[in-house]
């Protein structure tokens, strides 16, 4: 019979929950394709997104954090039948250089 003492237990709960983490970034950064309707057309278009992006994290054009260097975001459309994801962002002035 084997003892395991309070500090193992720890250690492989804290390691269970940072690989759960690590795969959880891991698919933010997938790209696939979601159902998006874009500004206030009814239109469902299938577009390809990653994960962070279509949980509005980050902008859907320049994939840059949102809040990141202080830039103002606007919402541009919306991820459906999706519970996980919701609004799309983007730059008001995106530092790639386009305008939306």
Do not use: N
């Not at 260097?69 to 730059?91: K, N, S, W, Y």
Request: glycine share 8%; aromatic share 10%; charged share 20%.
């Amino acid at each position: 019979m084997t003892t395991t003492t309070a500090h193992t237990m720890g250690t492989a709960s804290r390691f269970r929950t940072y690989k759960a983490f690590l795969d959880t970034l891991a698919q933010l950064r997938y790209v696939r394709l979601y159902p998006v309707t874009w500004g206030t057309s009814p239109a469902v278009y299938r577009t390809q997104l990653r994960g962070t992006q279509a949980r509005g994290f980050t902008c859907v054009h320049c994939d840059r954090l949102s809040g990141e260097d202080d830039h103002a975001f606007v919402p541009v459309g919306h991820v459906i039948d999706t519970p996980e994801c919701g609004q799309l962002f983007r730059h008001i002035i995106c530092p790639r250089g386009d305008q939306p």
